[in-house]
């Protein structure tokens, strides 16, 4: 999770002091990089996929499932056991915000031939089977995006009651520090945030609502010394602390471009896929016990980590602070980062203007700066005291220290200080799946359409504020089978055919209102004779064209052929629906999810039921 430095944190009054000194020399660290390697070509195409996990406990007798508090423990063995003793372990381990949560990726990244979608899975699979043979009896490692009594009394093992006092990290009604990992960028990100907010978040997610649901739906809070009942939504699940959001788990994607002009290529279009793989891989609709009315953890993650002051949302005017600023700093994109981007670029851009007028000076181009110079309107969250001063030359925590900190559906990376990797982007709206099957399938689907976006030049771009309806579509409620989604209906660049149905895009410099419409996934997926010819047609137009081994074909079209299911509503995705997740159901339902994780029941066809 971002940047992991070590030492001793300083407090937000401590750290706002050094907030214009972390700012202009991130900067510097970034032109040093900018300039080392802007002219660098012919990186090969490198990937990876990194997958989150939570420890579960089950108690039998007592029909009790709980997350175990034992990530950090559990991260030690499996480093001590791998990649300290031997660099090239096939699995590499990291932490994650919460305590009962770690990370896995693959030892090494994936290359560019075609046969290494064959080892995706089993890598994966590797992961799981490592982390498992160090849990203790009934305990599973679990790949759930959100664990439904998250918050709820007693949810932790072992049990910690939450410490709302102002001398604690989240001062949080329901979430206890100790659920929080003890690495100190976690509880400081969540104490700093909280203190340069002004107050404690406030996350409200609409309740799901059945016959059984009061109307209205208002809950009273035990310790609440009235701030939390003003701060509550009537029919809305309130939640106070960072660990609702970034306390859940995800599937996200790096990828090494071949150069930079080719990695905002990637970004942008990939930007505009991002609600789509959200919807398509939706798996939250639970929160603190009950079922709400969405189905994505996007916008409770977003409200988790809003350190946004009432200034700068725009509830007070501005006086203490130099901005108003429109979304959370965990949010979608705010500006495509390409030339054919630039003529989309259709929201109002915060930017720090000394920054971009220093930028521009040196060279960099009116995109590129606008973008560096947003990212950099918002305040270092924390810092350690051994990390203050730097060697600009060679090291970059500055720059990372805001580039982390700006949790977007794709982040755009540059290479690190004196090293071999390549310019990246990273793909990072996708909830993860219940089994290494499905986080395979939908890895392999994102890696394959970034080759063929880059074979066949294809152009998905609409104007962005369009991209942003298509996010708050995605998280609604059975989006995957009900949503309509603004997408371009001709996506052939420079008149460059792929299949029936596509031809000459566009070109300008206006956005045209004919080149986009309303889609449904399906359509947008799998293609509508007359309308768009479908993702997955042209995937496998292009696996046509490619020298593929039988037994790597075979697992490509297994994988799309999941992918297509669920787009076209013959597979559900992972929603189940009912009002309220009591302590029995959620064992049981947890008891389920484990075996379908572990690929006891192979099972892919998830069928909707209720509670």
């Known amino acids: 999770m971002g940047l992991l430095s070590h030492g001793s944190p300083l407090s937000w009054e401590e750290t706002k002091k050094y907030a214009d000194h972390v700012r202009q020399h991130g900067v510097l660290q970034f032109l040093h990089i900018y300039n080392r390697v802007k002219e660098r070509q012919k990186d090969v195409l490198k990937w990876g996929d990194e997958v989150e996990y939570m420890l579960v406990s089950f108690d039998h007798e007592h029909q009790k499932v709980r997350l175990v508090l034992k990530g950090e423990e ?19 381990w990291r932490p994650e915000y919460g305590s009962y949560m770690i990370e896995g990726t693959p030892g090494q990244p994936y290359g560019g031939t075609m046969s290494e979608f064959n080892t995706v899975e089993d890598n994966m699979r590797k992961r799981r089977l490592e982390a498992s043979s160090l849990l203790e009896e009934n305990t599973s490692i679990c790949t759930i995006t959100s664990f439904p009594r998250l918050g709820c009394p007693g949810f932790t093992l072992p049990e910690f009651p939450p410490t709302p006092v102002e001398q604690g990290a989240s001062k949080s009604l329901f979430f206890p520090d100790e659920a929080i990992n003890k690495h100190p960028r976690f509880s400081t990100l969540t104490r700093n945030i909280r203190h340069r907010r002004g107050e404690k978040v406030a996350i409200n997610v609409p309740i799901f609502k059945d016959r059984n649901t009061p109307s209205p739906f208002i809950e009273r809070f035990h310790n609440d010394s009235g701030d939390d009942a003003k701060a509550a939504l009537p029919n809305h699940i309130y939640m106070d602390a960072m660990g609702f959001g970034m306390g859940n788990c995800c599937l996200q994607v790096t990828f090494q471009a071949c150069s930079i002009s080719e990695a905002r290529y990637l970004y942008d279009q990939l930007a505009t896929i991002c609600p789509i793989v959200m919807a398509l891989s939706a798996a939250a609709p639970f929160y603190r016990g009950y079922v709400s009315d969405i189905d994505c953890r996007w916008g409770v993650i977003s409200a988790s980590v809003d350190d946004r002051t009432k200034e700068e949302r725009g509830l007070k005017p501005l006086n203490n602070n130099k901005y108003q600023i429109s979304k959370s700093r965990y949010d979608s994109i705010d500006s495509y980062l390409s030339k054919c981007g630039e003529k989309y670029n259709d929201i109002d851009l915060t930017i720090d203007k000394e920054i971009y007028s220093q930028l521009t000076s040196e060279g960099i181009d009116h995109l590129l700066a606008q973008h560096i110079a947003h990212l950099f309107i918002r305040d270092p969250l924390t810092l350690f005291e051994e990390k203050i001063h730097l060697d600009d030359v060679n090291e970059s925590d500055h720059f ?81 089978r009900q949503g309509m989604f603004y997408f371009k209906k001709d996506i052939c660049k420079a008149g460059n055919p792929v299949v029936d149905g596509c031809c000459t895009a566009y070109n300008g410099t206006e956005t045209d209102p004919e080149e986009y419409t309303l889609m449904s996934i399906d359509t947008i997926i799998n293609g509508k004779e007359g309308v768009f010819p479908g993702l997955i047609p042209i995937l496998n137009s292009y ?53 379908i994780g572990k690929v006891l029941i192979k099972c892919s066809k998830f069928q909707r039921f209720t509670l």
């Open 400 to 480: 990372e220290n805001i580039q982390s900190t700006n949790w977007q559906t794709m982040r755009f990376k540059p290479p690190p200080p004196n090293s071999d990797i390549g310019w990246r982007v990273e793909f990072r709206p996708m909830e993860v799946q219940l089994t290494d099957f499905e986080n395979s399938a939908y890895v392999v689907f994102i890696v394959l359409l970034t080759r063929v976006i880059l074979s066949y030049k294809l152009d998905f771009l609409i104007p962005l504020s369009k991209v942003d309806d298509n996010m708050k579509e995605a998280q609604k409620r059975d989006a995957v």
């Open 543 to 595: 696996l046509e064209n490619m020298e593929v081994d039988v037994d790597t074909r075979c697992t490509i079209l297994n994988y799309l052929k999941l992918i297509k299911k669920r787009a076209s509503g013959m597979y559900a995705v992972l929603c189940f629906y009912e009002t309220f997740i009591v302590k029995c159901i959620a064992f049981e339902l947890y008891a389920a999810l484990v075996i």
């Open 74 to 92: 559990m991260l030690d063995t499996l480093q001590d056991q791998g990649e300290k003793i031997n660099p090239n372990h096939p699995t590499l």
